[in-house]
């Protein structure tokens, strides 16, 4: 019998989750997480910018998942202990409480999410502890990569193509029945817990015009996985669709949950390839896998690249004179630059926490390359509203539009007016989230 500390991060599942896999019976199992509370200001080379990093939303969200995988937890006999604080000191303290043998967590990109990992293990090792940070939050796990990390291609369709040849599918792990019992923990550990749980932010008051009207937790992932690729089937024509701009339908929406775990990437691709043997595969049940690889892409330049992920230079090293006009960034923040098609985009940003993939490159192209300031002030405006914030996709799609990422392209620069009559020829994406003056200003 042995005692499992499942540090909960961005895994807030049960189904296809490595965390949760090979126990024996009568092993004890603790899953614990830390409760999200208020981050810290965004400051870039000291200058504040004047925002958190990130917005009450995602806080609420990822609070929402906490207690959401709580109830799944509680369903199958086990619970979720709620902890505040710093992650390395709460867990060291409380597996020496518990008698556990075994910490085991996801693997979470980003430097500081690593540094952290690193440093717990480091405590752990002198208890006798074994901890086991397992990478599980991409669709391909990295043994199956044909390449060593250190010669990651730089360009995607390189990456691509030679996965292709050798990777077709990855199983997801099912959702176990039963979970182990809990450790006997002394009763004020949970009487805390319930403290923290008792009173959540509250989510933010929906916006009926949000493309991103859905709940947190894996039980709002898995209904919409369903619904999207079954039940509207609305997978089978993603290609055409996906540079869409409004309503719920044009494109899967799994960011969030991606990003929190609530649904796994390998979840995703067993349900693509289900469709495709009940209805037939076509080119969107392929591009909907080809955009997780992008996914995976940007994960694996991550974890090569480590802290260059956050440089202004980027991975590239690249030496450019950005400009840090404070006044011109946060007009652009604030959806008044006076491109009817960007501002449209950041207003829908700033009220939704959800943006298009299609209106986040206009609006970052206008940033960098019509305004010409630091990326990484539209990096951290985005990590601060993304309900689906992710590391390694937000600063490198940001590198790649910026010109100091991935891409074999030196110069990404978008002409948001003919992007705006060629996507929003109508009017409607801009009609829905200018006001009314812009409205009338069209005659
Ligand atoms: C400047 C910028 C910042 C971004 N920041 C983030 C971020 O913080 N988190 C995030 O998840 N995505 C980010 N993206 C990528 C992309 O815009 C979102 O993943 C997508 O819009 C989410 O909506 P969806 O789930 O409906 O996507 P779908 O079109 O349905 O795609 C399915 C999945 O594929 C993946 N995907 C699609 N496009 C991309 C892409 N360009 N890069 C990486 N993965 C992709 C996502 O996991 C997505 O959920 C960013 C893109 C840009 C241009």
């Known amino acids: 019998m042995s005692c499992v500390l499942w540090w909960v991060r961005d895994d807030l599942r049960l189904h ?6 090979g126990l024996q019976h009568g092993d004890r199992l603790l899953p614990v997480a830390i409760w999200p509370t208020a981050t810290p200001p965004v400051e870039i080379d000291c200058v504040p910018l004047g925002f958190p990093r990130s917005h009450t ?12 995988l709580r109830e799944q937890l ?28 075994l910490l085991r967590c996801s693997h979470a990109t980003g430097s500081e999410e690593v540094a952290e990992q690193a440093a717990l293990q480091r405590m752990l090792a002198p208890l006798g502890l074994r901890s086991q940070i397992i990478w599980q939050h991409t669709l391909v796990p990295p043994d199956a990569l044909p390449f060593a990390p250190d010669a990651l291609p730089r360009v995607f369709t390189t990456f691509r193509t030679q996965l292709e040849k050798v990777w077709h599918g990855s199983p997801a792990l099912p959702t176990p029945a039963q979970l182990p019992e809990l450790p006997t923990l002394p009763s004020e550990y949970w009487a805390q ?3 923290l749980a008792a009173n959540p932010i509250p989510p933010a008051a929906a916006d009926p015009r949000s493309a991103f009207p859905f709940a947190a937790g894996e039980r709002a992932a898995l209904a919409r996985l369903d619904q999207y690729v079954f039940q509207r089937r609305a997978l089978g024509h993603y290609k055409e669709t996906r540079n869409g701009l409004l309503g719920h339908d044009y494109s899967s929406k799994f960011s969030p949950w991606l990003a929190q775990g609530s649904l796994s990437a390998r979840q995703i691709h067993a349900a693509v390839r289900d469709y495709e043997r009940q209805f037939g595969s076509n080119a969107s049940t392929y591009w909907l896998v080809f955009e997780l690889l992008w996914r995976d892409f940007f994960e694996f330049t991550a974890a090569r690249h480590g802290p260059a992920l956050y440089w202004r230079g980027g991975i590239q090293r690249k030496t450019r004179a950005w400009r840090h006009a404070l006044s011109d960034f946060q007009r652009w923040c604030q959806g008044e630059t006076g491109d009817d098609f960007v501002d449209a985009g950041l207003r829908e940003l700033a009220t939704s926490g959800y943006l298009s993939n299609r ?3 206009n609006v970052a ?15 951290a405006w985005f990590e601060h509203h993304l309900l689906d914030y992710a590391p390694a996709s937000n ?4 590198q790649y539009i910026a010109g100091v990422g991935n891409d074999p392209r030196p110069l990404r620069r978008f002409d948001t007016q003919a992007q705006a009559q060629r996507y929003d020829a109508s009017g409607s ?9 812009w409205q009338s200003s069209l005659g």
């Open 16 to 21: 296809d989750n490595q965390c949760l896999s």
């Open 57 to 68: 939303r995602r806080l609420a969200f990822r609070q929402q998942g906490l207690l959401a």
């Open 74 to 101: 509680r369903a199958r006999g086990s619970d979720l202990l709620l902890l505040e604080g710093e992650a390395r000191v709460q867990l060291a303290e409380l597996a020496a409480l518990v008698g556990a043998e």
């Open 193 to 195: 817990s319930e403290a």
């Open 359 to 361: 209106a986040r490159q």
């Open 365 to 379: 192209s206008f940033l960098v390359h019509e305004l010409g300031i630091d990326w990484r002030w539209g990096a």
């Open 395 to 398: 600063y490198g799609n940001w």
């Open 429 to 437: 994406y801009r009609a829905q989230w200018l006001d009314a003056a």
